[in-house]
């Protein structure tokens, strides 16, 4: 069964880094387009972030701060400059055959 599993969220003080992980089971899908997204309490989920062979994209409100990248089964998000905006549940997406993990939480306090 393929599966994504995310991992680094936690509480940090605004200013403050860190790095997500998305690893997956199955690495022949890896190399297509995956996806970091967000949902901020109360909110819609929003793309943060993806990564395909033709490179990589972001959302206007982490240009400059966040950073995806990918490392054989695993994506990253690296969030730097973080702010108490960026709080929210952060998925891991495997845009192929739509597959999502489980979530891991960030909370940005001020």
């Known amino acids: 069964q393929v599966q994504l599993v995310e991992s680094g969220g936690g509480l940090v003080q605004a200013g403050g880094s860190l790095r997500l992980s998305c690893a997956a089971s199955?690495?022949?899908?890896?190399?297509?387009?995956m996806g970091w997204y967000r949902q901020p309490p109360g909110k819609q989920r929003e793309l943060v972030a993806s990564?395909?062979?033709?490179g990589t994209n972001y959302a206007d409100s982490v240009k400059g701060r966040f950073t995806i990248s990918r490392v054989g089964n695993t994506v990253y998000l690296q969030m730097n400059s973080l702010k108490p905006e960026d709080t929210a549940v952060y998925y891991c997406?495997?845009?192929?055959?739509?597959?999502w993990g489980q979530g891991t939480q960030v909370t940005v306090s001020s």
């Open positions: 997406n495997a845009a192929a055959i739509n597959l």
């Open positions: 990564i395909s062979s033709g």
């Open positions: 199955r690495i022949a899908f890896i190399d297509s387009t």
